[in-house]
């Protein structure tokens, strides 16, 4: 009985730990809402790596709710060059554009 009592209390232990873990993470990441345009391209509701101009700087128009982060890589790699705010017009002097 008393080994019983045990197993029980180390289930429900480890459930109680992992409705609390569940609970304290953040959820998943989601597209910012909106609509964003590189060089008048309309991407709704973007989310993740977009590519920028290979021979010149882009245009890039944020309509979204999300700041969108210029990359010098070309997979949104190596350093930021600089953000576009929700809201802003912007030239993306960089390789590559990270939105969340």
Do not use: K, Y
Request: glycine fraction near 12%.
């Amino acid at each position: 009985m008393r080994m019983r009592a045990r197993r029980t209390a180390r289930l429900l232990g480890a459930c109680a730990a992992a409705a609390a873990l569940a609970l304290a993470t953040p959820g998943t990441a989601q597209a910012a809402h909106g609509v964003l345009f590189i060089d008048g391209a309309p991407n709704e509701n973007p989310s993740g790596c977009f590519p920028l101009g290979d021979f010149a700087p882009s245009e890039v128009v944020n309509l979204t709710n999300g700041v969108a982060w210029v990359w010098d890589g070309t997979d949104c790699d190596g350093r930021v060059v600089h953000s576009i705010l929700p809201g802003s017009i912007a030239i993306g002097h960089g390789r590559s554009l990270f939105i969340e």
